[in-house]
């Protein structure tokens, strides 16, 4: 693909219109650099000086140089001058075009022909003809091309026709959406309008499409030649049913509309139900059913003072607002490719409308005044988008009221990035509505008032998932942006074990809701009056059911709820959120309260296993691109080894007195666990009783379990993690969350491999997987005798262990691992 270069002489001005035209690429990324501007201003204003600079020509053509040749767009003037001089300051230039297009609509025509692949000759041609649209649409000439008989082609050609029937024709975006419609088809279309004759046009070819100055109403006449022309017309009438998947925030502008007929919005289905357009995930199980609340901006701490001058300040604003942008262009591309792909994803186009919030010059030059008069760059964004939230609040009109939900979206997505994603959540009855949580919010949530939470993103492994399953707080993430349009108050029903949501439901589906949840009840309340007894298999194995303790106050709940053992203590909550590490005595009694919880039950207490996603404030660590292949778990452990020493110092302390095992996480290799166990061979005075295992979250490590068992007393198979690393799928993404099912048969075949390989060694799985109904047969199947979930799912792992025989899960695991795929194993 070629690269582009935008010469302008006002730094601004270059990003806006790159801003612009990768709109209309939908996902598809083209390199495009910036030789904009003058030096910085000292205040590290995101302004330049205005001009251009023939050695940033320079560096930035060399900056996007593909191989396949660059085309270099300029503004006016000394523009043209510095890219001139450029070309002769390179030693060795690639192949270069000066194009005399204008520079917006020939920065847009070009990337959207690049993305499709055109040559460097190729989107130069497109770049210089892209004030054709406009001429057209200007009545200044035909629009069309040097006239081509619309049967040119009629021989060996297919041939369909659509009617526009957008409110405002063709214009730029719906365009785009045909241009994206044929990448990578193997055929020729072309159009004509046939309302005006304008055409034929290219359908590869923003500019052209734009020229036909189709307007609604007006019917186009697509001609394909080539293998793929049938697959290509069926695209494009498809594209034009869909109304070229526009919806209102990208209309050029907007128009009274009433908001139940908005795509956007969650819709009343046949059923009654009203769902939302994207398939939540179910992420914590139980029915939840409440009136709708989302965070306030109340429960946001906002700073009081600016951190520095306004200048920083600024620059802070303009940091988080790039970033918002790129993680929602990151968005658009992830869903826009989903929906060629057809799979289910959130709408690109509620991300497209923030990103249009986001591009809003007068409210970022509001919030900026703001700050110039002395706010804080967080207060100063707030504020302004609040203004401008409340007078849409207060008109008539339904659609515009609507608008407001997004400012109040788009506002917490800054200020999420500006303050660190840490603003507390102050719990409120009903349903929480919110884009994500953090571990931080989730875990500061009361389940006694909060009786659900529908994300907009968010994925099942993430830790706050975790986090509010073990509150037993019913969840579903991934719900799409739509959600958080739903009005405070609003009645809200959802299934977060299935992933059914309905949102202000008829009566008889809320009624089925409301049974579903008594018909749970009367399960737990049968699972909880036998869950202090053992769970023994109809042919006689038991099983240990343990919980997984992330805070001191769960020990307790967890032996109520009458679990065995504590299979997995993450000791990470005693070291998170603070500014020092925890000193051994204070590490010794939190650990000696959860034993004591325990009353002479085994506690397994991970040592600390953060990085990655979780980093240590009080301790430098290396910047990482990949933190989740970085230095995590026991790699963090050993290269800080003082902070290791304490606490095994302080975990040995506690064995002296209760049943406690160590595990080392994320281990790799037999030499990291030699290193730990010399460590505590060091500390642990002679005689102690402590038992030592390691977390089986490395697909490498489960290959080699057989060397392992010779080092270990026991393994515990964390799946969470297991399957991120098995599938390649980062546990935090929900773009990824359907492929990172742990019942995939390749993660299956690991865990059999641990099984076989432990031979003596006892196995256990305490990831997420292990409380799934589907997959505790399978797992005992295939070996495990213990299963730790979170403190909730202790009564009913309970139950359903009690319900099985181990010969029938021994062949069901056999076939799961035949299978082909996680949704066979699962059928
Ligand atoms: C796991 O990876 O499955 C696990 C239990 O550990 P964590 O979720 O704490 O990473
Ligand atoms: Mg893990």
């Known amino acids: 693909m070629i690269g582009i270069v935008v010469v302008s002489h006002s730094r601004p001005l270059a990003h806006a219109a790159v ?6 690429l939908h996902g598809e990324r083209v390199r495009i650099e910036i030789a904009a501007g003058l030096a910085e201003e ?45 070309l002769d300051l390179m030693p060795t230039a690639p192949e270069v075009k000066l194009c005399a297009a204008p520079l917006v609509e020939g920065l847009v025509a070009a990337s959207v022909a690049a993305a499709g692949g055109a040559t460097l000759t190729e989107a130069a041609n497109e770049a210089e003809n ?36 957008n409110e405002h024709g063709l214009h730029a975006r719906p ?51 080539g293998p793929d022309a049938e697959v290509a017309l069926n695209r494009l009438v498809e594209l034009a049913q869909r109304r070229f998947d526009e919806k209102i925030a990208d209309a050029p502008t907007s128009s009274p509309r009433d908001t139940s007929t908005e795509p956007g919005l969650t819709e009343r289905s046949a059923a009654g139900t009203t769902t939302a357009s994207t398939a939540p995930l179910p992420a914590s199980p139980g029915i939840g059913i409440g009136p709708a609340w989302q965070l306030e901006l109340t429960e946001i701490a906002l700073p009081d003072q600016p951190s520095g001058p306004p200048g920083a300040e600024r620059h802070l604003l303009n940091g988080a607002l790039a970033r918002t942008k790129n993680r929602l262009r990151a968005h658009i591309g992830a869903a826009e490719d989903a929906r060629l792909h057809q799979q289910p994803s959130p709408e690109p ?9 986001l591009e809003d010059e007068e409210l970022v030059a509001d919030a900026h005044r703001r700050i110039d008069n002395g706010a804080s760059a967080a207060t100063a964004w707030a504020s302004s988008l609040d203004t401008a939230a409340d007078e849409l609040e207060a008109l008539s009109d339904p659609y515009l009221r609507a608008r407001a939900a997004d400012l109040r979206a788009v506002r917490d997505q800054v200020l999420a990035v500006l303050l660190g994603h840490d603003t507390e959540v102050v719990s409120r009855p009903g349903i929480l509505l919110a884009t994500d949580l953090t571990p931080a919010q989730a875990s500061g949530l009361d389940p006694s008032i909060v009786t659900g939470i529908v994300l907009a993103h968010g994925s099942p492994t993430s830790h706050a998932a975790i986090i509010t399953r073990a509150k037993g707080i019913p969840s579903v993430h991934a719900a799409g942006e739509e959600i958080l349009r739903v009005p405070a108050g609003v009645i809200i029903a959802l299934d977060g074990g299935t992933g059914e949501l309905a949102v202000d439901p008829e009566t008889d589906v809320l009624a089925k809701f409301k049974t579903r949840a008594s018909e749970q009840r009367r399960q737990r309340l049968l699972a909880e009056s036998t869950a202090g007894q053992v769970a023994t298999m109809r042919d006689g194995l038991t099983v240990h059911v343990a919980a997984n303790i992330g805070h001191v106050a769960e020990a307790a709940h967890a032996v109520r709820a009458g679990a065995d053992l504590a299979g997995l203590v993450r000791t990470e909550f005693l070291f998170l959120g603070r500014e020092h590490a925890p000193s051994v005595d204070e590490q010794e009694q939190v ?22 996603d979780k980093p240590l404030p009080y301790l430098s660590q290396p910047q990482e691109h990949n933190p989740f292949l970085g230095l995590r778990g026991i790699r963090f452990a050993l290269a800080f080894p003082q902070l290791l020493r304490d606490q095994l110092q302080a975990i040995v302390r506690v064995a002296a007195d209760h049943p406690v095992s160590v595990m080392f996480p994320m281990v790799t290799v037999v030499d990291e666990v030699r290193a730990a166990r010399a460590l505590l061979a060091d500390i642990a005075p002679p005689g102690i009783d402590i038992e030592v295992g390691i977390m089986v979250e ?3 490590v489960a290959t080699k379990a057989a060397v392992f ?13 297991l399957a991120q690393y098995t599938l390649a799928t980062e546990r935090g993404n929900e773009s990824v969350a359907d492929l990172a099912d742990p019942l995939d048969p390749g993660v299956l075949h690991l865990i059999d491999h641990v099984c076989r390989g432990a031979g003596d060694t006892r196995v256990a799985v305490c990831g997420e997987v292990a409380a799934d109904p589907t997959a505790i047969p399978l797992l005992l199947g295939l070996g495990v005798t213990e299963l730790s979930v979170t403190p909730p799912a202790v009564p009913l792992v309970k139950a359903a262990v009690r319900e099985l025989d181990l010969r029938e899960c021994r062949a069901a695991a056999a076939r799961a691992l035949s299978c082909e795929s996680a949704a066979a194993v699962r059928g």
């Not at 186009?349 to 919030?357: M, Y």
């Not at 000696?592 to 325990?598: D, G, H, Y």
């Open 591 to 612: 650990y000696r309260e959860i034993a004591q919880s325990f009353e002479g039950r085994r506690i397994v207490l991970r040592t600390l296993d953060v990085g990655g």
């Open 709 to 721: 068992a010779q080092l270990v007393d026991f393994f515990s198979i964390g799946t969470n993690d």
């Open 349 to 357: 186009e509620v991300f497209q409308a923030h990103l249009l919030l």
């Open 175 to 225: 365009a785009s959406r045909i241009v994206a419609a044929l990448r990578g088809l193997d055929c020729e279309v072309r159009l004509r309008n046939l309302a005006n004759g304008a055409g034929p046009a290219a359908g590869r070819s923003l500019s052209r499409i734009a020229a036909l100055g189709a307007l609604t109403g007006h019917t186009i006449e697509a001609t394909a030649t």
């Open 19 to 24: 801003d612009l035209a990768t709109q209309m």
């Open 698 to 700: 490395v697909p490498a």
């Open 42 to 86: 000292p205040s590290g204003d995101d302004k330049a000086l205005l001009g251009t600079d023939a050695l940033a020509v320079a560096d930035a053509i060399a900056a996007a140089d593909t191989g396949e040749g660059v085309l270099v767009l300029m503004d006016l003037g000394s523009a043209i001058l510095s890219a001139e001089l450029a």
């Open 130 to 165: 892209a004030l054709l649209g406009k001429r057209a649409q200007l009545g200044l000439d035909a629009g069309t091309e040097p006239s081509a008989p619309a049967d040119q082609h009629a021989a060996d050609s297919a041939r369909a026709s659509f009617t526009v029937d």
